[in-house]
């Protein structure tokens, strides 16, 4: 079984900043790309930056700028340094990550971290 799980979340003013972790744990060979979405009450989730095994990222316009995602491949941890966050960035925001397995590639999900702007 494969695991990943958030944490850094938590309550944050306007202009402030947060960095959240997904740490991943379990049976498999490697991890391709990783990544970041964000779900906001009443909206779809969406996707907010991915990064490659080799360090290449994909950023969502509305965080370029703002957001920086990064990973260490010996920790098997992915991050997301937030910084100037507002309002609208209130969301539960999800990692993944592609899993090379025995059987073939799998993607699995976190469970979610929460992140509220607000003053």
């Known amino acids: 079984q494969v695991h990943l799980v958030e944490s850094g979340g938590g309550l944050v003013q306007p202009g402030g900043s947060l960095r959240l972790s997904c740490a991943a744990s379990?049976?498999?060979?490697?991890?391709?790309?990783m990544g970041w979405y964000r779900q906001a009450p009443g909206k779809e989730r969406e996707l907010v930056a991915t990064?490659?095994?080799?360090?290449?990222?994909n950023y969502a316009e509305f965080v370029k700028g703002r957001f920086t995602i990064s990973r260490d491949n010996a920790k098997n941890t992915v991050y997301l340094q937030m910084n100037s966050l507002k309002a609208e960035d209130t969301a539960v925001y999800y990692c993944?990550?592609?899993?090379?397995?025995?059987?073939?590639?799998?993607?699995?999900w976190g469970q979610g971290t929460q992140v509220t702007v607000s003053s």
């Open positions: 990064i490659s095994s080799g360090g290449r990222t």
């Open positions: 379990g049976i498999f060979f490697s991890i391709n790309d």
């Open positions: 993944n990550a592609d899993f090379l397995r025995r059987s073939g590639t799998y993607l699995y």
